[in-house]
């Protein structure tokens, strides 16, 4: 990691909202009076029906965290209503279509209108406050204008990214128990159609509580219609009342489910409050991207994810920005398409995955320095690590070594970013995440819980409750408290590996668990295996992750046949079928090695830590055998991966 300061950036940034010194000051006053603190941002950042009777209580040893409990808001209203008087008419969002010739600005006023028109067609369908709503949608205003609506009536959105099969759908429609789905009929990027709305009525072959879909008309292609069941979402609108009033939430009410991978079983339904979370989304978004009043920020992330969630739509919305939501790729018509867009609509702040950069790297500067990029103010990333050659290229390039930028750490769990560099007050180190946020109090550990000292690497651990924090699980306290705080009671497991260096900053270094991270997106590996098992042809599979040079990690699956199979690249296609039509694209291996027989313990384990070392030809490192059941395995694997 290179470890060299960029000093450059005090003077890029003549108007920054927090230097160094308050940073320093503001963090030890964070931790030290958590309650003064954000009952203090909590007045600023958010309009309360009712104040809170306390910002906060209890703790992770009894892992009872209360926010803002007895505090009444909408999320909604936050980021609408309030708005309308001093900047009804200003953008709340650009859309751009996946074809450059499609554009739309939405101002706050037309949002407010929209979304409330949207509201009303929910509870005509017979959607209540705490019945849960599936979004599928493409990037498109409705994604946003959906989740909005839910928010306005108490409603629980479950936003499940358009990318993920009729099978992942399913088990995430089932798992919340959703009322409703919100689709289009087809999605649009990189100019190839996909088929939401036949994905929707698959699903719900096995949904029977699934009483409407709603569906947005994105393309002309036509779809197969259920009368009784399925509406469309023009017609729909059209014929409801433009008023809404913002329902009464409590802040300990929950806004949103989003659905994420662990290292074991299936998605976790991740369960977001209003109050805790909206506040911690507004404030980070407003300071780690030193966000400015008229500013154009745009965020790439689809709204399937939580970084669409967070810094897409309800941060960004809530402190009364202007957020670009784009439908397409950064490829398509060309790789310039990105930096197209930046000049288009002149944006000032752009945040996207270190996998878009690296891939956008590849195709060469040209694509890049053909375009101006003069509004561009903040650069960020997000998602994975970073490498050091994609950093540079990022400032020096995309950014004309003018632009910071802010490397953010998080995780769909903690609602907001966690740890990065505040635009100004830090220096940057091309790599690290830099310094926690305000009221962030992470911890680097070994296996025992014994706190590590400087330079050495282990697991990455926050010890006090921050108001972004997940609640629950949705409907599975057990899987909650055994994911986050089992190992190390009193503390929230991250499952990423970190160190923190003299000067304080983070190293973030990836996953500790079984977790892949392939082009940004998280994967559990048991999903993957679970998947692969599903073939008939398939005995057993381990998968583990591979170094990538793009992507950071691919799928690399072991995979032992039943007996008398005989293993074929026809069958290597079926398996990759398998798991493209268990979990989608994002999901399918990249490298299937056949596999006589896989590392296990005498209890039967699979040693993952072996296959990955195996993988990654770090045989000098392979460790302690002697737990093998049959250590000759090991010699047979290393001989075939070699062979490759
Ligand atoms: O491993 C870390 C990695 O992404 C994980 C969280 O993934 P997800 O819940 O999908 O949320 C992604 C967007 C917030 C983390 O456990 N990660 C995220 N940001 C970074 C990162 N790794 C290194 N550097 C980052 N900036």
């Known amino acids: 990691m290179n470890n060299e300061i960029h000093s450059v950036l005090p003077n890029i940034i003549n108007h920054t909202l927090v230097t160094e010194a308050q940073y320093r000051e503001l963090y030890e006053y964070s931790l030290r009076d958590p309650e003064s603190f954000w009952g203090e941002q909590a007045k600023k950042y958010i309009t309360w029906f ?15 965290v209360h926010w803002f409990q007895g505090g009444k808001l909408n999320a909604s209203y936050n980021c609408l209503d309030r708005h309308l008087e001093i900047r009804g008419d200003r953008p709340a969002i650009i859309w751009e279509g996946d074809d450059p010739k499609e554009s739309e600005i939405i101002s706050y006023r ?8 949207f509201a009303n067609v929910l509870k005509q369908y017979g959607i209540k406050k705490g019945d849960r709503v599936c979004i599928y949608l493409p990037m498109i205003p409705e994604a946003a204008i959906a989740m909005l609506a839910c928010a306005r009536i108490g409603a629980i959105h479950s936003v499940v990214f358009g990318g993920f099969s009729v099978e992942a759908l399913k088990t995430r429609i089932q798992d919340a128990d959703c009322k409703m789905v919100v689709t289009a009929n087809e999605g649009v990027r990189g100019n190839k159609m996909i088929p939401l709305k036949r994905n929707v009525d698959a699903a719900l072959q096995d949904c029977p509580h699934v009483n409407y879909v709603v569906v947005v008309r994105r393309t002309k292609n036509s779809v197969s219609w259920d009368q009784q069941r399925d509406i469309w979402y023009h017609e729909a609108i059209a014929r409801v009342n433009v008023e809404c009033e913002a329902e009464i939430m409590d802040a300990e009410d929950p806004l949103f489910i989003l ?3 662990g290292s074991t079983g299936k998605p976790k339904g991740i369960l977001h409050s209003t109050g805790g979370y909206l506040l911690y989304v507004a404030i980070t978004h407003h300071l780690i991207f030193d966000y400015h009043e008229k500013e154009i920020y745009w965020c790439t992330a689809d709204v399937g994810w939580i970084t669409g969630h967070s810094y897409g739509v309800y941060g960004p919305l809530a402190n009364g920005a202007t957020t670009l939501l784009f439908e397409g790729v950064p490829n398509y018509p060309t790789s310039s398409r990105f930096w197209e867009i930046v000049d288009k609509h002149s944006v000032n702040i752009f945040y996207t995955a270190p996998t878009a950069i690296r ?9 890049v320095t053909r375009t101006s990029r003069k509004s561009l103010r903040i650069l960020g990333t997000v998602g994975e690590p970073i490498n050091s050659e994609a950093w540079e290229w990022y400032f020096r390039i995309v950014g004309q070594e003018r632009c910071p930028i802010v490397d953010t750490w998080w995780q769909t769990e903690t609602g907001g970013i966690m740890i990065s560099a505040l635009p100004g007050a830090t220096p940057l180190k091309a790599g690290s995440a830099a310094w926690p946020f305000f009221g962030v109090a992470p911890l680097v550990v070994d296996d025992n819980g014994n706190i590590l000292p400087e330079g050495k690497m282990g697991k990455l651990v926050i010890t006090q409750p921050w108001p972004g924090m997940l609640q629950t699980v949705y409907k599975n306290a057990e899987r909650f408290i055994n994911a986050y705080f089992r190992e190390f009671p009193g503390w929230y497991l991250t499952g990423d590996q970190a160190y923190r260096d003299a000067d304080g900053y983070y190293w973030i270094l990836g996953r500790s668990d079984d977790v892949l991270k392939v082009s940004g997106h998280r994967i559990g590996t048991q999903e993957v295996e679970s998947a692969l098992v599903l073939h ?27 007996i008398g199979v005989h293993p074929s690249e026809d069958l290597k296609k079926e398996l990759m079928q398998t798991a493209r039509n268990s979990i989608g694209a994002i999901a399918v291996p990249e490298t299937i090695q056949w596999a006589e ?10 040693m993952r830590r072996l296959l990955r070392k195996i993988v990654d030809n770090d045989l000098a490192n392979l460790g302690d055998l002697s737990t093998l059941a049959d250590p000759t395995v090991v010699d047979e694997l290393i001989k075939i991966c070699q062979k490759k």
């Open 50 to 64: 009712e104040q809170w009777e306390k910002v906060f209580s209890g703790g992770f040893d009894k892992v009872d």
């Open 110 to 117: 037309s949002l407010h209108e929209k979304v409330c028109r």
């Open 259 to 261: 659905y994420t991978s």
């Open 359 to 367: 891939a956008l790297r590849r195709e060469g500067d040209e694509w």
């Open 536 to 562: 008939s042809a398939v005995s057993e599979a381990a998968v583990v992750a591979k170094l990538d040079e793009i992507k950071g990690q691919s799928i690399y699956a072991f995979v032992t046949l039943k």
């Open 597 to 606: 027989g896989l590392p296990k313990t005498r209890s039967g384990k699979i």
